[in-house]
């Protein structure tokens, strides 16, 4: 690469906006009139979109972007000050293997590479010597020990870092996507970044050549100031023009995003109807049911609602769903086509913006660990919780299917205490000693971790009605809030402590609560596998409808296989010699899914590791950001809530702008 700066910029845990961080120092770090030297933006995240280009940019950028299509084949984009790019066919593995070949001939005085995690260390070891440096954007306080360790390893290599802890609100952001400086503190931090990571060259001597300049034509101030101030003048006219045309496309941007967000939304919130039985037992049509091109209506007519209460006419906005083929999409792209005029009155010029949203798991690191395990009570099994609360895992999932009814009913259940250990009832009970409102300590159910006190009073008569459909009954006639489960073992018994997290679903594992989509066939194979391996039997058939729709010829794209879609590296590992045999297949996907659900305790980061990897999902502790693994997880999820196997609620699912 020329001679220059290499920064290696990524986001560590659940931080975002590496992309808006390194953007802000790259525009601190570039001259106003810094030419096709100017600062070059490069994301290398899989995730990355195609780069868009801005009304405002400098000559410089431009010159830069023309380079960079010409010599290299990039996608690139002029923003204000700097260039965007991203490699066209994507980025992979190998990539950051071959980044100092594709960046040998630009003439960017700073390249800001915007990477994944994993390829950190990979994107600075491609810089040439006494180049590299590196900027982090992380959360304060969660990161700070992963960070003092690279540091460390950074100086040992006499690498400059940088972390960006602070804040980095909405304004900033879109300012420096846009190849401005972001503004304010902002501004301030990322000059001082810039000056660390990209110092400049030559500043002292460009200063001297401007006053040497200027004392040598002292006698020709007054004209060159007349002439000034008429520029001076021409140049308000001409801001205050292009200031109107950048605000109405900045509320143009604004009304696109919030019509995206509101599609994805109403996406998110009618996805478990497109897994509801499309009729009733008795024959009739279930009104609850969703087709997909209902959804897709639903979802488009809250973005065209969104976009005109935000002043846009919905004639001017057009949808598409990227992914509307798929049994259920969950992505969605608005644009929107205007004219802008200004002051100066005319025609306008034409100009469009463009938002992407999607519906997600979350994908951040699950919160500080609690308890996974019961002590100090009746009940000494594995614990789940909800709300925040523990519990005996089949009382989680009785509770998901009834919190679900009951939200269907206009009811939010609020559980107020779950499972208690005998030294929190001893200090329920010091703090009121009376029997007729608290147990005393080591006669409470609560130690055995079956019972939920549960609110609000609006509540109470809905739970009356309908508790014991979801085997929860009213333990005392004088506590219309504490209800118990009876659908398991008996409260503190040897067979409770049992209760495996594997079959949070509500049913045992291999038992009869296979989803109707089971074709005959594979059900009892399904049911054996599910028993031998201690996992949920409805779960293994959702992954298989979602993976194969149940064809054990499937063949996909990457050469995954059979019925499970294993690869041939994974089938060999679990034994598979036939990945087209369905029993045998099968088998291995329950002894695969029970390794996985214990390695990480939990369904979805279990869901998410069978189809992006382990590794993907150890490295975050989360469901990894990438869109086929997000809807994989969320489609058997939709699978799950439809078949009445719920195991995360709806509620959980996540939705955000990506474009």
């Known amino acids: 690469m020329s001679p220059g700066r290499l920064i290696a910029c990524t986001a560590l845990g659940d931080a975002r906006g590496a992309d808006a961080v390194a953007a802000a120092v790259a525009v601190c770090a570039t001259p106003v009139a810094a030419g096709p030297e100017s600062a070059l933006v490069l994301d290398l995240r899989r995730s990355a979109g195609a780069p868009r280009g801005a009304l405002l940019a400098s000559t410089g950028a431009r010159e830069l972007e023309a380079v960079i299509r010409e010599r290299t084949g990039m996608q690139a984009a002029a923003r204000g000050r700097i260039c965007f790019a991203r490699v066209a066919a994507g980025t992979g593995a190998d990539l950051p293997g071959s980044l100092g070949d594709l960046l040998e001939p630009l003439p960017a005085r700073v390249v800001a590479c915007v990477c994944d995690p994993v390829d950190f260390r990979s994107v600075l070891a491609v810089a040439p010597a006494a180049t590299p440096a590196a900027l982090l954007r992380a959360v304060p306080g969660a990161d700070r020990s992963l960070i003092a360790l690279l540091a460390a390893e950074l100086q040992a290599e006499r690498i400059p870092l940088k972390a960006w802890t602070a804040p980095f609100g909405l304004i900033p952001t879109r300012r420096s996507l846009a190849g401005l400086e972001p503004g304010g503190a902002s501004s301030r931090r990322a000059t001082r970044f810039a000056s660390a990571l990209a110092p400049t060259r030559g500043r002292s001597a460009d200063l001297g050549f401007v ?68 009729r009733r037992p008795n024959g009739e049509p279930n009104p609850a049911h969703l087709d997909r091109d209902a959804y897709l209506a639903r979802a488009e007519a809250e973005a065209r609602t969104a976009a005109e209460r935000n002043g846009t006419a919905p004639q001017l906005v057009a949808l598409g769903f990227p992914d509307a083929e798929s049994m259920a999409p969950l992505r969605v792209r608005v644009r929107v086509k205007a004219r802008i005029t200004t002051a100066s009155g005319g025609d306008g010029a034409a100009t469009s913006v463009a938002a992407e949203a999607e519906v997600t798991p979350p994908t951040a690191p699950a919160p500080p660990s609690q308890p996974t395990v019961a002590t100090g009570g009746g009940y000494g099994g594995s614990l789940a919780y909800r709300q925040g609360k523990p519990m005996r895992p089949d009382v989680a999932a009785a509770f998901d299917r009834m919190a679900a009814a009951a939200r269907g009913d206009g009811i939010s259940l609020v559980i107020n205490s779950a499972f208690r250990s005998d030294a929190e009832q001893q200090a329920l009970w010091d703090a009121n000693p009376d029997p007729t409102w608290v147990a005393p300590p080591g006669t409470s159910l609560h130690r055995c971790g079956t019972e939920l006190d549960l609110g609000p009073p609006e509540a109470y008569g809905w739970l009356s009605d309908n508790g014991s459909r979801f085997d929860f009954v009213q333990r005392y006639a004088w506590e219309a809030w504490h209800y118990g489960f009876v659908g398991g073992p008996p409260p503190c018994s040897a067979e409770g402590d049992h209760v495996s997290a594997a079959t949070a679903d509500g049913k045992a594992a291999g038992g009869q609560g296979l989803p109707s989509f089971v074709p ?35 063949v996909s794209a990457v050469g995954a296989q059979g019925i499970a879609q294993f690869m041939p590296a994974t089938a060999d590992a679990y034994g598979l010699d036939d990945p087209f045999d369905p029993i045998a297949s099968i088998d291995a996907q329950a002894r695969m899914m029970g390794e996985l659900i214990k390695q990480f305790g939990s369904v979805e980061l ?15 502790s989360c469901v990894p950001p990438y869109p086929e693994t997000q809807a994989y997880v969320v489609r058997i999820m939709g699978l799950l809530d439809g078949a009445g196997e719920l195991t995360v609620p709806a509620g959980t699912l996540e939705v955000r702008l990506v474009g």
């Open 211 to 278: 006053r040497g300049t200027l004392a040598s034509e002292r006698a020709q101030a007054l004209p060159a100031l007349l002439g000034v101030a008429v520029l001076v003048v021409a140049l308000a006219l001409i801001l205050i023009a292009i200031g109107s045309a950048a605000t109405a496309k900045g509320r143009l941007q604004r009304s696109a995003d919030l019509a995206a967000l509101s599609a994805a939304r109403s996406m998110r919130d009618d996805l478990p109807r497109l897994f509801l039985p499309a």
């Open 520 to 554: 005959g066939k594979y059900r009892q194979a399904l049911l054996d596998s599910a028993a031998r391996n201690d996992v949920s039997a409805a779960l293994l058939a959702a992954q298989l409808m979602a993976e194969s729709n149940f064809n054990p010829n499937a």
């Open 606 to 620: 279990a869901l998410a590791a069978y189809n992006a990897g382990p590794g993907a999902v150890a490295a975050c």
